[in-house]
């Protein structure tokens, strides 16, 4: 139930009025005599009218004086629906269709530098040179482009140039472990292979020129790396000791000394390859399209985000997150974007208030774990640093407790507004999100993002309201996968979405979605503790564990058992100079039983020295719940994916002394 104690900001005029999406319907009831009254009309006959909602996007940004189309859905089932047949554009083409000498593309900032400008000219230039460079290497449409590159203005470069091309782009950061990479860009088959020398993070340097020996070496269809020299200068000799490779040097890439051109590819046409984070098994190569990316990018980031031509956009991220490929989307509504590269918590854990307030962000997008950092250290940015011009903050990643978004409203920005948005790789958008024309609640996503048909429904598929189910979407989206990679029959994409409800896709979320259509996330639907018939979110358990004194992190697992037992560890790792007695048992079990429920108090609460997490900062719930149910640490995550792989055998090793070691609770 929404009180007012939990509202955190509410809609002024400006949004009202002048936002994007205010202006969306003005124009919708101007060209097409449609009046929606508020959010909740406007959603309603979105998530209903396809075609009417999405061909109203395409000519509300202009797309209409690109291309013409025959349909706006041609095949609407799901899966296999396509979209705006008969269109072509390039998703490159219409990230400059809003250049402008008035601002820069780009404002680039790497740990211990200095805010580096890069105009829509320049851009232009250097997306041409290195598009120029791909053909010659001979890439062609179709052709797949690797990087293995940080957060930096040559990634945008280089995707920019790859999908000039018409060639399919895919990365990897480079902190990913090499077997990783390997396991992802196998599958993609690269022809061009673009690395950097090396990257900073935490104040250190990494050299990665070893690495990307073994990654030539690891790809037998690379034929070309484009060394990028941003650390250690250009290479003075081959960084693979493959002669049939050839290497070429950024910082020496001829000139193209000719206009940007760019391949005219069908809606459909494969823009990039994502990757699912490798802790269930191998990685799913997502592949997703030019035109559903360009109509779903300028929707999710317009009307939702609100997102405008003069905003400076930033999201701390790393090229392997999907948010950074939200983040380059920025570009196609003419804004700046801003790419830091470096850690969030350097020189100290207000590490991002100091980039956000040298940049002049004025949207910064976050994971929840470092705003709940900050609110558990004390954190008052507002106080240090100047943020005035940031008007919003996003956030995902994970649910985020309560109390960290009232500290987000008290101790940013005056009238900043926190969004929380909830989406995925898997559609590379928001699925339930922001939009400036309702208020902000805390510890609720605002509504579902416009044309999604988002629900939550029971295990026999009826729809709830006000309970938790699964979180579904009941009719198509342009950007959800074209196919995966390896899975020509399609079983394997089948099977991630659809052989729950045939025809509907499950995105392995449980939802709650109220009457007022605020949304509630409470976690992965298969790692959701389920004890005598109640269902929590692993989200409600950390937000109480985790705000405690003394407790640094958490993990709670609700394993079933072959003779029909439930067993529900909780795993915390002790702050610094903390010892879990059983004094501090006491004290998380008994917040557990007060805040939540007494059958949600764990049987056991078990100190480890760390909790694993994906490259984005992703708990291995889910993972770790097969270790304990008897499955290899070899089986549940790939290696070089997870941080702190070694706590995997930890867990097969709890799971071989019998499961119910540690010391029991109260409860």
């Not at 948005?421 to 898997?426: A, K, L, P």
Request: charged share 20%.
């Amino acid at each position: 139930m929404n009180t007012d104690t939990d509202l955190l900001w509410s809609p002024g005029r400006r949004e009202l009025e002048d936002s994007n999406v205010a202006g969306f319907m003005d124009w919708v009831s101007e060209v097409r005599g449609l009046r929606f009254s508020d959010y909740a009309e406007l959603w309603r006959w979105s998530s209903t009218d396809l075609a009417g909602f999405w061909s109203a996007v395409w000519e509300f940004y202009g797309l209409d004086a690109v291309s013409g189309y025959d349909t706006v859905l041609g095949e609407a089932s799901m899966p296999g629906a396509t979209w705006f047949p008969g269109a072509r554009l390039n998703f490159a083409e219409r990230c400059f269709a809003r250049a402008t000498d008035a601002r820069p593309a780009l404002v680039c900032l790497t740990e211990g530098g200095t805010p580096e400008e890069t105009s829509w000219d320049e851009l232009r230039r250097q997306v041409a040179d290195v598009a120029a460079a791909l053909r010659g290497m001979g890439v062609e449409p179709g052709d797949c482009v690797a990087g293995y590159l940080p957060n930096l203005r040559q990634t945008v470069v280089a995707l920019l140039a790859t999908a000039a091309v018409g060639a399919v782009w895919t990365a990897c950061s480079p902190d990913f472990g090499t077997p990783s990479v390997l396991a992802r860009l196998r599958q993609a088959r690269p022809t061009v292979l673009v690395a950097a020398d090396g990257y900073r993070y935490g104040g250190k340097t990494y050299d990665r020129r070893p690495e990307i020996a073994e990654l030539a070496d690891g790809l037998p269809t690379v034929r070309h790396v484009l060394a990028v020299d941003s650390l250690f200068g250009a290479p003075d000799g081959p960084w693979s000791g493959r002669t049939d490779v050839h290497q070429h040097v950024w910082s020496a890439l001829p000139s193209a000394h000719e206009p940007l051109e760019f391949t005219d590819v069908p809606f459909d046409h494969p823009l990039w390859i994502l990757w699912s984070s490798g802790t269930t098994g191998i990685p799913k190569g997502i592949v997703q399209g030019h035109g559903g990316i360009v109509v779903e990018l300028l929707k999710a980031l317009g009307l939702g985000v609100d997102l405008r031509a003069d905003d400076r956009y930033l999201f701390i991220t790393s090229t392997s997150w999907m948010v950074w490929n939200f983040l380059v989307g920025g570009l196609l509504h003419g804004s700046t974007v801003v790419l830091y590269d470096g850690s969030p918590t350097y020189p100290d854990l207000d590490g991002v208030w100091a980039v956000a307030e040298r940049t002049g962000a004025t949207v910064l997008g976050l994971g929840a774990a470092y705003l709940t950092a900050a609110e558990k250290a004390d954190s008052r940015p507002a106080d240090t640093f100047g943020l005035g011009r940031l008007r919003t903050v996003l956030q995902t990643g994970s649910t985020l407790p309560p109390g960290t978004w009232h500290w987000v409203h008290d101790r940013l920005a005056p009238g900043v507004r926190l969004q929380s948005i909830c989406g995925g790789t898997d559609v590379c958008s928001v699925l339930a999100g922001s939009t400036p024309l309702l208020p902000v609640r805390a510890g609720r996503i605002q509504a579902p993002a416009l044309g999604v048909a988002l629900a939550s429904w029971d295990p026999e598929g009826r729809s709830l309201t006000g309970e938790q189910g699964e979180l579904v979407v009941t009719a198509p989206l342009p950007s959800m996968p074209l196919h995966f990679v390896g899975d020509p029959d399609g079983a394997r994409y089948r099977a991630s979405y659809f052989d729950t409800y045939p025809g509907v896709w499950r995105h392995g979320d449980w939802v709650t979605v109220d009457a007022d259509l605020s949304v509630v996330v409470a976690g992965r639907s298969d790692s959701t503790l389920n004890r005598s018939g109640v269902r929590m979110g692993s989200a409600d358990i950390y937000a109480v564990v985790d705000q405690l004194p003394g407790i640094a992190d958490s993990l709670v697992i609700g394993v079933e058992q072959p003779d029909g037992g439930y067993f529900m560890p909780l795993f915390v790792v002790p702050a610094e100079g903390t010892s879990l007695d059983d004094d501090v048992r006491r004290r998380i079990a008994s917040a557990i039983r007060n805040r939540l429920s007494p059958r949600h108090v764990p049987d056991v609460i078990v100190p480890v020295p760390a909790v694993p997490r994906t490259l984005t900062g992703k708990k291995l719930e889910v993972p770790v719940k097969r270790v304990l149910q008897g499955a290899r640490p070899g089986e549940v995550s790939s290696e070089g994916a997870v941080t702190h792989p070694e706590m995997l055998t930890w867990f097969a090793e709890f799971a071989a002394r019998g499961a119910r070691a540690g010391a029991p609770t109260d409860g």
